[in-house]
């Protein structure tokens, strides 16, 4: 019976190690923490989350009943010791306890190992465990002839047990599972305080952040800003011109490793290094023309094409660092976009809103910036902002308001890090601007100013 009393040591050493009484108590009114918040322009709170802290536990009083237990169970074993002097005949029961003592210490351990684990189910399977050592008592009581040692062996597995069922209610009134649901909800009360917010005005651009160093110098890489969260495909198309091949990576970290996924061979080369994903579709201009493709990665197919009225191509009215850069389609919150030049205007910035389906244009604002003049552009909110990021000192400096029709000279500065950007998007979902920069992929942060919407808003 040596093997007992070690192996009931072992399994009151793991209960020690691995459901420390100190991390069985969950206050609900402590151990929070600010989780986000949002204000208004004037700076007063409209909106706070607060989420639990990783470590919610305080100490108990159960640690002081475990330390009472193994006294128990200790003094239990040196009577055991003198019942196996008596009897050697239940030695194959006490083989098979054995088993169910070296399962319940791999239980504890995967307990320790796995914090999920310290869920209702677990600790029931555990008690479920604990009984099944029961009816071994009436066994060892037909080959014993001490009926004290026995009963009291009897007594501490029902104690053993007591204190697990104690464990489990306490840990089940505020288990992973039911955090894990308080903490969703809190997100979603989160956007839907988000949700507040209208389209937002550009005050800031930090980075870059360089994510590849790939391809020649000038290019262009995107994902779609109206895919999916669980959908992060990337696309990548080197060169400004002569090329018609796209390649498709699964994900952002594909797209660093080079583990391609899919090329598509389009039907015509493209023009210039402005084109955008945008619902599943490419969207770009075709070559030594004014025309606009739209072409279906799913359906591997040209779905509409449509020439752009007026718009001057093969440069004709290209950004400052030319490249065939006449027709820059961009999205935004809004949707779709068309930015070029016209004879008819002067040379000057024309911004057109897209039909996403069919490329008509619904709607023209005909501004008073060249476009020979900018280095590249982009639209947040249906708002043109223009930049001169062909320069090392590179700045957004005009604007074009879409909604007021109406513009103005900002002063925006960002960094050029490589010297030449031949393209530059903005991505609404990942609140980011895409930019090839002399061969390497870059990616800015934008701060955006948010007014907040009220009930009288209509």
Request: proline share 3%; with cysteine.
């Amino acid at each position: 019976m040596q093997a007992t009393s070690n192996l009931l040591n072992l399994l009151l050493l793991s209960l020690l190690a691995g459901l420390d009484p100190s991390k069985t108590q969950i206050s609900p009114k402590e151990g929070w923490q600010v989780y986000s918040s949002a204000q208004d322009p004037d700076g007063r709170c409209i909106c706070t989350v607060v989420a639990p802290e990783q470590n919610l536990c305080s100490r108990d009083a159960k640690s002081r009943q475990l330390r009472q237990l193994l006294e128990k169970v200790q003094n239990m074993s040196q009577s055991i010791e003198v019942l196996n002097l008596r009897t050697q005949r239940d030695f194959q029961y006490v083989l098979k306890m054995e088993t169910q003592m070296k399962g319940l210490k791999a239980k504890f351990r995967q307990i320790e190992d796995d914090r999920k684990t310290l869920m209702t189910k677990h600790f029931q399977e555990l008690k479920e465990k604990m009984d099944e050592l029961l009816p071994l008592i009436p066994v060892l009581e037909q080959y014993k002839t001490d009926a004290k040692l026995i009963t009291q062996f009897k007594e501490e597995i029902r104690n053993l047990s007591a204190v697990l069922t104690g464990i489990q209610e306490e840990i089940g009134a505020y288990d992973y599972e039911e955090l894990h649901q308080r903490v969703l909800s809190l997100e979603t009360r989160l956007r839907d305080c988000m949700k507040k917010l209208t389209c937002g005005k550009l005050m800031k651009i930090t980075g870059p952040i360089t994510v590849k160093t790939s391809g020649t110098r000038f290019g262009a890489w995107m994902t779609d800003p109206l895919a999916s969260e669980k959908n992060n495909r990337v696309w990548y198309m080197d060169s400004y011109t002569n090329n018609k091949i796209v390649r498709e990576y699964k994900s952002m970290a594909d797209f660093v490793s080079g583990a391609e996924s899919r090329t598509y061979n389009l039907p015509f080369k493209w023009a210039g290094t402005n084109h955008v994903v945008y619902n599943g579709s490419l969207y770009f201009n075709k070559y030594q023309s004014n025309i606009i493709i739209k072409y279906s990665f799913d359906m591997g197919r040209v779905l509409a094409q449509r020439s752009l009225e007026y718009a001057g191509f093969h440069n004709v009215y290209p950004y400052t660092w030319g490249g065939f850069s006449d027709i820059d389609l961009m999205a935004d919150e809004i949707g779709l976009w068309a930015v070029y030049a016209t004879n008819q205007n002067a040379g000057n910035i024309v911004i057109s809103q897209l039909n996403q389906d069919t490329l008509e244009v619904m709607k023209s604002w005909s501004t008073g910036y060249p476009k020979r003049s900018a280095g590249e552009s982009f639209m947040i909110c249906g708002t043109l902002y223009v930049t001169n990021s062909h320069l090392t000192g590179a700045k957004v400096y005009y604007s074009y308001s879409t909604k007021t029709s109406t513009y103005e000279y900002t002063d925006i500065p960002f960094h050029n890090q490589y010297f030449h950007i031949s393209m530059l998007d903005y991505n609404a979902r990942d609140r980011a601007l895409y930019a090839w920069n002399n061969g390497h992929q870059v990616l800015f942060n934008v701060t955006l100013f948010h007014i907040i919407k009220t009930e009288d808003d209509t």
